[in-house]
């Protein structure tokens, strides 16, 4: 192992090498084992083993050559590339630094509990480009730029004022961008899918400029128990993730650093013509109706304005589930103090409406019969001219950049892990069986 190091912090042109040998050993020593829920105990141990070899050379690899490795793969930052490209890039140009596409796409064909957990070296690998303060904050600016769906929407939705993107409706009125979740199959429980679907409508509503100010509101719902009812959001679909199909870069990551994290700071405008800012920001107001659970709770502390309807409640079932509430860990001290964020991310506390704690995350609280009137209310205010200014210079003091930067970089490498922890795989089978035949949500 000390000789593995050695090599592999030499030069990167000789730690490629012995990089890419070290991988393959291992390579060839999980083919030569069952599948991974077909292997005894001693085989799996004898699989992690091999894995965890092959780990500590790719942290030691990523720790000496980071900025070297990101500069070869964007041509020395002149370009931007988003996360999933940046991956398919860094396995072409390391062999054995991260899987590649084909073996990522075999990996999703499986149920995350026959899954060999190749997304651990995605995630060491962003964790270390993340780490570094010239590489993490080109890949920040790169999650900022609009993506290529929207910009291709764009035209359709200026002169239109609407646009159904599948599982998120996004209709323009009154100066005022209205996003809608509407998942009525699933209680907007969100999955690869409606991340992106989330990234293009909130890029919409930031590049249009016929849009002042926008809502996020969940649509009303067909499920039997909630028929009728509008719901924010049942937090990370776990049905997909038990199958496989929540992923560590278009989903966790992606999530963080690109929707949630523009709901922040904006979309980034490369324009020579625009000296002001480099981003375009616009304030936003959230409406909580019945629940907000994990990514939905996780949502709110991003927003300027949150309603709340007074038989509504909040949590973060983090623990229970075993994975970790995204940003959420960053922020919710912020908000709440270190105290109740324990409560509500170690121990599951749910947060009602009604509560007298609930003021620390929810602005207004309203019948459902006053909800409509209260929220345009709220749009009103955040009309005024000088608000854009101020959310921004606010946005800055509460969260610097850099130190959202190295919360980001050691979640990449935490919520990998977690991903294939034996908890969790136990854990979201028994909970997607729970909801799939009574989705109290509790």
Not at 162 to 179: F, N, P
Not at 342 to 363: F, W, Y
Not at 381 to 390: C, E, I, M, Q, T
Request: proline share 4%; net charge negative; aromatic share 4%.
């Amino acid at each position: 192992m000390r000789d593995g190091l050695r090599d592999v912090s030499a030069g990167i042109a000789d730690a490629r090498q012995a990089l890419a040998r070290a991988a393959d050993r291992t390579e060839r020593l999980l083919a030569g084992l069952p599948e991974p829920e077909h292997r005894s105990a001693e085989q799996r141990a004898a699989g992690e083993a091999a894995k965890d070899t092959a780990r500590v050379l790719r942290r030691a690899f990523m720790d000496a050559h980071a900025d070297a490795v990101y500069d070869e793969l964007t041509d020395g930052r002149r370009r931007h590339l988003r996360l999933a490209e940046l991956s398919r890039a860094a396995a072409a140009a390391f062999p054995g630094l991260i899987p590649d596409e084909g073996r990522l796409a075999a990996e999703r064909e499986r149920p995350q509990s026959g899954k060999e957990g190749h997304e651990v070296d995605q995630g060491i690998f962003f964790s270390r480009i993340l780490r570094s303060p010239t590489a993490g904050s080109h890949l920040l600016d790169a999650m900022l730029r609009p993506t290529p769906r929207a910009l291709g929407l764009l035209p359709e939705f200026t002169e239109t004022g609407t646009v159904d993107l599948g599982s998120v409706r996004l209709e323009r009125s009154g100066g005022v961008a209205r996003l809608t979740m509407c998942r009525d199959d699933c209680l907007n429980a969100e999955d690869n899918r409606q991340v992106d679907d989330m990234e293009t409508a909130v890029d919409l509503a930031l590049l249009d400029p016929g849009v002042e100010v926008s809502l996020l509101r969940g649509g009303e719902m067909t499920h039997p128990r909630y028929r009728g009812k509008r719901v924010f959001s049942a937090g990370i679909n776990l049905k997909a993730l038990h199958g496989g199909g929540i992923s560590l870069v278009d989903f966790l990551l992606r999530r963080e650093l690109g929707y949630i994290h523009k709901l922040l700071r904006g979309v980034l405008i490369e324009d020579e013509a625009v000296w002001q800012s480099r981003t375009r920001q616009k304030p936003w107001v959230a409406v909580v109706d019945t629940f907000a659970i994990g990514g939905g709770a996780q949502l709110l502390l991003a927003f300027d304005h949150v309603l709340a309807a007074s038989d509504s409640y909040i949590s973060l079932p983090a623990a229970q589930e075993g994975i970790i509430p995204g940003a959420s860990s960053f922020r919710l001290t912020r908000y709440c103090g270190p105290r109740l964020s324990r409560q509500i991310v170690l121990e599951g506390r749910r947060i009602r409406a009604t509560d007298p704690e609930a003021s620390l995350l929810i602005d207004e609280v309203h019948d459902a019969d006053e909800l409509d009137l209260a929220a345009e209310r709220s749009l009103e205010r955040l009309r005024g001219p000088a608000v854009v200014a101020n959310r921004r210079m606010l946005n800055l003091a509460e969260e610097p950049l850099d130190e959202f930067r190295g919360y980001m970089a050691e979640f990449a490498m935490q919520q990998a892990i977690r991903l294939y922890s034996a908890d969790v795989i136990d854990k979201v089978g028994r909970f997607s069986a729970v909801r799939e035949q009574a989705p109290t949500l509790t």
